[in-house]
C-alpha cells in the first residue's frame, strides 16, 4: 500500500512531463508520544514512535533558486526564491510557512546559487496532534538538503528543524516531534534524551501482547501557535529560574536541571501555576523513566497505566485538554481492551491514542468513534478514529 501511495505521489509531477527516474519522494511520517508530554523543552525525558501515516513530497531540482510547490490538501501555489530569504515571510499561500521556515533554517548551508525545488506535497490524516506540522517541515528540509548537496546528521537535521519552527513558525517546542520522525524504528520505541539531542531505539519484550495504536481525532484543529501552549512554556522557565534561586544554582534554566530532592524541598515555595507545570514535568519525568523498563518488560498493561496517569497529569497539573479531549479520556479508559490512552499532541484539541489489543483492535476502533460521535454530534462530520502501527523514520525514496 505504501508503494502504491508513493507511486500515486511521483504521478502527480510526471504529468508535468519531469522523467520519472527524476523525481524523488519524501515519505515523513506522523509520530506518538506515549509518554513524556510538554517535557522535551525542559530537557525532560521522552518517549516518541512513528506511525505509518505520513506526509509525502515529490520533487524535482529547479534549474533556478526558486521554489515551486502544489498541495493535494489545499488551494493555490506555493512560489518563492532561495536567493530572496526576505520575502520568504509571506508566502503567497498560508499553508506555505513551514516551507519557507525550513529555506529559512537552512540559509546558512545553502550554496551561493541555491538550486530550488519542483513539488507536490500531500498529508494522510486530518487534524491535530500527530505533529504533520513536523511531518512537513522535515519532508521540505530533506528535499533542499537533496537537491542542494547538503549532508547533515540526524541530529543535525533535527536541530535545523527546531530552530526553524521556533524562530520562523513560533512555536516553542523542544525536539520531541522532530527527533522522533527522523528516528523511529518499526516496531521500536525512541527513548529521546532531549539535553544531548540523542536517542535509542527499544526493542518491546518478548513477553509483550499483540497490540495495535488507536489515533482518534476529535473533529477540532488548532493552530499551536494561536493556544495556550507557549504561555505554559514561559511558565516553566519560569519555574526553572525560581527553582535556580532557591537552589542557588544559577546556571541551571531548566526543569531538567533540577534533581527530584531539589524539587522536593523547594517546590511548595513556586507559585500556584508555575507548581502545577513543574508537578507535572517531574511527574513525567518518573513515568518515562519506569516506562523505559515496563516497555523492555514488555509489560504493556502496567506502561498503559502510566498513560493515563500522565494525561491525567497533563489536565490536572498542566492545564491542557478540551471537554471534547477530556470526555474522550474517559472513553478511552472505560473501554476494555485498551491498556492506555492519553492526549496526542499538545492537548488544546487534535487527537488522543490508545494501546489497543490486536484481537479487538477493530471492534473498539468502532465502539470509541461511535461512542464519541454520538456524544458530540456537531463534530460526527470531521471526527474518526483509525488503527495505525509503528514505523520507521523519515526517508527519501
Known sequence: MLADLIERQRGKLAVYGHPAEAIRVVVSPYRICPLGAHSDHQYGPVLGMAVNAHTFLSFVPADSSEVRITSENYSGELHFDLSAPEGLESSSTPWGRYAAAAA????????????????SVAGALPG??????????????????EVNGLEMSPSELVSVALRAERDHVGVSVGILDHAAIVGSRKGHLLSIDTREVSWQALPLGSAAPDFRLL???????RNLAKTGYNQRVKQCFSAARRLATLTGKADAGHLGDFSEEEWRIHGD????EEQRRARHF?????????????WKEGDL???GRLMNASCESSISNYQTGSKELISLQNILVDTPGIYGARFSGAGFGGCSIALVATDEAEQIRSHVEHTFKSTFPQHAGRARAFLVESDDGVRIV
Not at 529559512?104 to 513539488?119: M, V, W
Not at 491535530?128 to 538538503?145: K, N, P, R, W
Open 282 to 294: 517531574y511527574g513525567e519525568r518518573s513515568r518515562v523513566e519506569r516506562g523505559i523498563e515496563l
Open 269 to 272: 515555595r513556586l507559585p500556584p
Open 215 to 221: 489515533v482518534v481525532f476529535t473533529g477540532i484543529s
Open 128 to 145: 491535530g496532534g500527530l505533529s504533520s506540522s513536523a511531518s512537513v517541515l522535515l519532508s521540505y528540509l530533506y528535499a533542499l538538503a
Open 301 to 303: 498493561e502496567t506502561f
Open 104 to 119: 529559512q533554517a537552512l540559509s546558512d548551508r545553502l550554496p551561493a546559487s541555491p538550486r530550488g525545488i519542483i513539488g
